[in-house]
């Protein structure tokens, strides 16, 4: 027999993946998950695919050619049964029994098939339980016309198995809504109807077994996907409330933040401290998921405490180190640029830790790097200092500090937005208020992202004294 490699042809891909397969598993990277577990097989003109009595362990289908069945009866020769052609399946019950073949199959003229074994549909339940299942309710129909055309002495016991098979496959394999007792008396027999009717049972087992952990794992999923949401439910409460109108008199502040999942690791802050100066910060936490928000948390309200007692960005953020390297044992860190502005002198004082450089634009879309020393991220070494830099902020200036979703942000060609496009976007436009910077710099991003799914919290404030 040739095992010649061949590549997958779309005939055979659609062919294998027919239209009762994708009810069941619709999306792309399944249709093509098959190929990984078919082997191809070219048969030269009167070559052998498996003798009477051979051992079982596989499925057939048929891309090309045809195939005969003989059946070699001792004594009196060969008799051919039957041919099959392209499109059609041999040796199903392979899959469910260990069995010897019943008949010899030979190619006529050029045959070319897709084979799969017993133990590659057993990876395809582990790796892909949706299409295992379709593969299977597939066979089960495949088992029903093989019945429909069995011998007029096996006809009745047959048919009513046939029946059974319908109406397990409609009832979506479910305890009720087809025939078990005559699945279980037929298994009693020790003929072909028995050996159909054990196939069922085996079948109707593992199909359940795959279903009852399918149904858990999609509760053990959706549980997870509502405590996500609660997560960002939470972390939205902890976002700071919009700035009251006397509050807004003082200091021009604007925010947006887009958490790429339900609970993100972005944060960021913006509130007057005692002494009058606005506090703003913005910050990401390494990783995903629960953990990231969590330790967003933790980092949000240590820096938000701290903020109201500490009247210095890199003490502040020293502090805040300090508490996260305490607990740490996840590892993970948190970058942050924490910004203090005195809306009576203009002064901007401001400390970096890890996190992308902040930029002044000025009133005609100049925009200049805030260059300074940056520290390692919070929670990673405990003696980490973080230096405190300082400049003045014009009344025609905008602060802009955002993560680094926005310069990362890629399209579908993988190519990032950089701090070059967040410099084009603004670039010789005049900024009248800082909502007006982050409505073009999110706009721009999302220009920018197009189709291609969102990779990372996209977080950013602005602010901008008032004249």
């Not at 990876?123 to 055309?149: M, N, T, W």
């Amino acid at each position: 027999m040739g095992n010649n490699r061949v590549s997958p042809s779309a005939f055979s891909q659609r062919l294998f993946y027919s239209a009762s397969l994708a009810a069941f598993a619709p999306d792309e990277a399944a249709e093509h998950a098959w190929m990984e577990f078919l082997e191809a097989v070219a048969l030269a003109p009167g070559e052998v695919l498996f003798r009477e009595s051979d051992a079982a362990d596989a499925m057939f289908l048929i891309e090309s050619g045809v195939l005969a069945v003989v059946l070699e009866v001792e004594g009196a020769g060969r008799a051919e049964l039957r041919r099959l052609g392209a499109g059609q399946f041999l040796g199903e019950m392979a899959l469910y029994r260990s069995e010897l073949r019943t008949a010899t199959v030979e190619a006529v003229g050029e045959v070319k098939l897709w084979r799969l074994t017993a133990e590659k549909l057993r990876e395809v339940e582990g790796c892909y339980p949706q299409l295992a299942i379709a593969l299977h309710r597939h066979v089960a129909s495949l088992l029903s016309e093989r019945v429909s055309f069995s011998n007029v002495e096996l006809k009745e016991p047959l048919a009513r198995l046939a029946h059974a098979l319908r109406d397990l496959a409609t009832s979506d394999f479910s305890e009720e809504g087809w025939d078990r007792p005559v699945v279980s008396q037929a298994a009693d027999r020790d003929d072909e109807v028995g050996a159909v009717a054990q196939a069922m049972e085996f079948l109707v087992a593992r199909l359940q077994e795959h279903i009852a952990a399918l149904r858990q794992e999609t509760a053990a999923r959706e549980a997870i996907e509502s405590e996500l949401r609660i997560a960002g439910q939470i972390q939205l409460s902890l976002l700071p409330p919009a700035l009251n109108e006397q509050e807004r008199r003082r200091v021009d502040f604007a925010a947006h933040i887009d958490p790429a999942k339900e609970a993100g690791g972005d944060l960021y802050d913006g509130f007057f401290m005692p002494d009058g100066r606005f506090f703003t910060l913005v910050g990401d936490v390494s990783g995903k998921g629960v953990s990231a928000a969590v330790f967003m948390a933790l980092a949000a309200m240590a820096v938000r405490t701290l903020a109201r007692k500490v009247d210095d960005p890199g003490e502040l953020l020293a502090q805040a180190n300090h508490l996260l390297c305490e607990r740490n044992e996840t590892m993970q860190f948190v970058t942050a640029c924490a910004v203090m502005f005195d809306p009576a002198s203009g002064e901007l004082t401001w400390a970096n830790a890890g996190h992308p450089l902040p930029a002044v634009v000025s009133a005609d879309g100049g925009l200049v790097w805030l260059e300074g020393p940056r520290a390692a991220p919070l929670g990673v070494f405990e003696d980490t200092v973080f230096k405190t830099q300082r400049r003045m902020l014009a009344s025609n200036e905008t602060l802009i500090v955002y993560s680094d979703g926005v310069s990362e942000s890629m399209n579908a060609q993988a190519a990032l937005f950089g701090s070059d496009g967040i410099q084009r976007c603004l670039q010789g436009l005049a900024l009248n208020h800082s909502e007006d910077a982050v409505k073009r710099i999110v706009a721009a991003v999302q220009a920018h992202q197009g189709d291609a799914p969102q990779a990372d919290d996209i977080t950013l404030v602005a602010l901008r004294p008032m004249r």
